[in-house]
């Protein structure tokens, strides 16, 4: 029997269809609530932000879920009327919404989107249809959020806000579905209040080890408490320890767990054609489709796990979901993109910006670089987080990287200090490289470094690689302009 798709509206996805519940007068006689983009920014900025702080503590106490869930009793609870789909992992996350998202709407569904960090703009966290909220409805719909969560409880975190918000738009504008992407860990996130259709994990690494632990099976711990009675989790291939602990986590909240690659055939390869080039094709059968060499969209072996995934997850759907077809599927993965992953933001010299945050991101990074882009020597632009392991990182840059800058994202007070990037470098390669004051500079070096036929390369995280896209739209700005 085919589940019943909600009615969708006309308003687009920048204007929210606000109603009685969302348009009542403030009752607080002790806040101002901000009234245009800029202040609502950095109203959320002077709120608690965990991608900020330094030293968290990762407890029921900090990250409270009765919270989330008071904020949204008295937003309505919008979380009940929207249908979801629930992402968590470590690396990965990004890209696998982004192929079920197109998949979904190549099927004629409107497909709401909550993901993290923003590259540039915080309204990027919040889509539908691939398509950023627009600020003025950012602007009048946090204006409510805040609202609610100062008569609710005034300690609302800069990310409880955010997902309230997402929660509360997708519900007004009545998306067939959406996708809503861990923040931090899983099992205490502000995002574990939803009831899914489905959930998803990707690949789980070592990443936070300062908050979620310091070995992958008490990550994977915190990863699966996402996995809900009775709801079917999918998750990609994982390493033995790893999947141990997803399987008695599910068996525990009897959860209907299908692992990649055990409890799903998959299988993949590299292809090769004049319009794709070097690319990687899957295979991946199910209980209602069978796709074969499909290819995958995004650059990278590591994809083929996220597009499998992606896959099963569309594949679980159509067993109630009448207009879900192969058709659908095959062109909504055909043309998924995303930005922010090995994205080339400048043309000469040849310029690529990717979020690679950790030491399993950036080998994929620098793999999908050397099979993906010729060149002939690469310029590695490199600024990372403090807490994370950055020895490792270094190493894995320095596979691709032959000349490396260390630098710092000027926004991110977590940000690792260049020079000791650098002296740490140093130590473990027994070479020294460059450093630079930030963006700016670090690009100004880098070209003067490279040829034609070179590439600059800047990751490490994705404070980085927003703020060299913002640096860059301002200097295209200012080319058009003297023209």
């Not at 992992?89 to 197109?102: D, F, H, Q, R």
Request: glycine share 8%; hydrophobic share 35%.
């Amino acid at each position: 029997m085919a589940t019943t798709r909600k009615k969708k509206t006309s308003g687009g996805a920048g204007t929210p269809k606000v109603g009685k519940k969302a348009s009542g007068k403030s009752t607080s006689k002790t806040t101002t609530l901000p009234r245009t983009y800029s202040t609502v920014v950095r109203h959320l900025l002077d709120r608690t932000n965990y991608e900020r702080l330094r030293v968290v503590k990762y407890d029921e106490k900090t990250f409270k879920l009765d919270r989330m869930r008071k904020l949204l009793k008295k937003l309505g609870n919008p979380q009940d009327d929207i249908r979801c789909i629930h992402v968590a992992g470590t690396v990965g996350k990004g890209s696998t919404c982004s192929m079920i998202s197109n998949m979904l709407q190549h099927c004629g569904y409107t497909v709401g989107a909550y993901t993290s960090p923003h590259l540039v703009e915080v309204t990027e966290r919040i889509s539908i249809n691939n398509e950023p909220i627009r600020q003025s409805a950012f602007t009048s719909l946090m204006r409510e959020v805040i609202q609610a969560a100062d008569q609710a409880d005034r300690n609302a975190t800069y990310f409880e806000l955010l997902t309230a918000a997402a929660l509360k738009y997708f519900a007004e504008q009545a998306v067939d579905m959406a996708l809503m992407e861990v923040g931090l860990g899983g099992r205490l996130d502000s995002t574990n209040v939803i009831t899914p259709e489905l959930t998803v994990i990707t690949t789980i690494d070592l990443d936070h080890m300062h908050i979620l632990g310091s070995t992958v099976e008490a990550i994977a711990a915190e990863k699966a408490g996402i996995m809900k009675p009775g709801v079917p989790c999918y998750s990609v291939p994982q390493s033995p320890e790893v999947t141990a602990v997803l399987r008695e986590h599910a068996e525990k909240v009897d959860c209907p767990l299908h692992v990649i690659g055990e409890d799903i055939e998959f299988s993949s390869r590299i292809g090769m054609s004049d319009d794709l080039g070097a690319h990687t094709r899957v295979c991946v059968i199910s209980e209602t489709s069978q796709f074969m060499h499909l290819p995958v969209p995004l650059p990278g072996e590591h994809q083929a796990a996220n597009c499998a995934a992606a896959l099963s997850a569309v594949s679980h759907l159509k067993k109630t979901e009448t207009d879900i077809d192969d058709g659908g599927i095959y062109r909504g993965l055909a043309e998924t993109k995303i930005s922010g992953r090995m994205q080339l933001v400048w043309n000469q010299p040849r310029i690529i910006v990717d979020g690679a945050h950790n030491p399993a991101s950036l080998t994929a990074l620098m793999r999908s670089v050397g099979s993906h882009i010729p060149y002939d020597s690469m310029v590695c632009i490199f600024g990372c987080c403090e807490d994370k392991d950055v020895a490792t990182m270094l190493d894995n840059l320095a596979i691709g990287g032959d000349k490396i800058i260390f630098t710092a994202a000027k926004g991110q007070p977590r940000a690792m200090d260049p020079h000791e990037l650098n002296r740490t470098f140093m130590e473990q390669r027994g070479k020294s490289c460059q450093v630079a004051s930030g963006i700016e500079e670090a690009l100004e070096i880098a070209a003067r470094a490279v040829s034609r036929d070179d590439l600059i390369c800047i990751t490490g995280s994705f404070y980085l690689a927003g703020e060299t896209m913002a640096h860059l739209a301002k200097l295209k700005a200012k080319r058009r302009s003297v023209k």
